[in-house]
């Protein structure tokens, strides 16, 4: 078990090598929303981070769902 705290609403800059499969390097992201994975990669934690893709300029992209290795995600401290 994890302890993982992600604020809707909060921005989060996710680097490719904190994705599954990256297939376009870092995203910037808007969370919209958040949810376990049932059907993870064995030995591995992930969490599924949905929001609105941000560009470097702040103009909003689609909507899209991005698999984060769970350690990204825990509370600091």
Do not use: C, Y
């Not at 049932?38 to 929001?51: A, L, Q, S, Y």
């Amino acid at each position: 078990m994890f302890d993982v705290r992600i604020q809707l609403g909060a921005v989060l800059k996710i680097d490719a090598t904190d994705r599954l499969l990256p297939s376009d390097g870092p995203v910037t992201l808007w969370v919209t929303g958040v949810r376990l994975v049932v059907n993870r990669p064995p030995h591995d934690e992930w969490i599924w981070v949905e929001g609105v893709r941000l560009s470097p300029s702040g103009r909003r992209g689609p909507q899209t769902q991005i698999l984060v290795h769970a350690s990204k995600l825990l509370p600091r401290g």
